[in-house]
């Protein structure tokens, strides 16, 4: 089983702020990661598949880049809505493994 | 406009057994490959088990394979998950969600609200 290790788990930001999220892989698995974004209460939402490519109606402070064994996930210009617990997941092996996602809070 | 709709959650006792059903709509539902992913309360998320769009290929974690079967049936527009020999550790919110694949990868573009299963005596 290919394990996904977020990093950090919680991190404190501000409006404005640009925001890395990291994801490893425990083997490599190519470019085949996902990001998804779930605010409380609600379903989670695709943000990025193929590791960079943003899904239809995402803004573009959204981004996604990493091969093999590290992504990242950067939000350029923080917003409020922003706020989130955001996960990777990557489908290059079965299982389907996803991280222990990453909270964004308020500073 | 897709929508995915589960039901059939519910309270049920360690070692029973329970059906989820998750209706689709909006979408031609045989085409596309299709997933349940869970949700322990306040913990992170799991892939559960995937089903293909003609039910060629399924795939299961390790920790339900042997205990759930995902089927669907076309002909309903509906996605299944049969859970047995139910354990305290799959309490959990269970999303159907639709499975998409486009240039050479995979995503869950489409997911449902959710259903939530308890396993308690």
Not at chain 1, 67 to 94: H, K
Not at chain 2, 49 to 75: M, P, Q
Not at chain 2, 103 to 109: A, E, L
């Amino acid at each position: 089983e290919t394990v996904m290790t977020q990093s950090p788990t919680s991190m404190s930001t501000s409006i404005g702020e640009r925001v890395t999220l990291n994801c490893k892989a425990s083997q490599s698995v190519g470019i085949n990661v996902d990001w998804y974004q779930q605010t409380p209460g609600q379903s989670p939402k695709l943000l990025i598949y193929g590791a960079s490519n943003r899904h239809t109606g995402v803004p573009d402070r959204f981004t996604g880049s990493g091969f093999g064994r590290d992504f990242t996930l950067t939000i350029s210009n923080m917003e409020a809505e922003d706020l989130a617990v955001y996960y990777c997941l990557q489908y290059g092996s079965i299982p389907r493994t996803f991280g222990g996602g990453t909270k964004l809070e308020l500073k | 406009e897709v929508q995915l709709v589960e039901s059939g959650g519910g309270l049920v006792q360690p070692g029973r057994s329970l059906k989820l059903s998750c209706l689709a709509s909006g979408f031609t539902f045989s085409n596309y490959g299709m997933n349940w992913i869970r949700q322990a309360p306040g913990k992170g998320l799991e892939w559960v088990a995937s089903i293909s769009s003609s039910s060629s290929y399924i795939y299961y974690a390790d920790t339900v394979k042997g205990r759930f079967t995902i089927s669907r049936d076309n002909a309903k527009n509906t996605l299944y998950l049969q859970m047995t020999s139910l354990r305290s550790e799959d309490t959990a919110l269970y999303y159907c969600a639709r499975e998409e694949f486009n240039y050479g990868s995979y995503y869950f573009d489409y997911w449902g609200q959710g259903v939530m299963v308890t396993v308690s005596s």
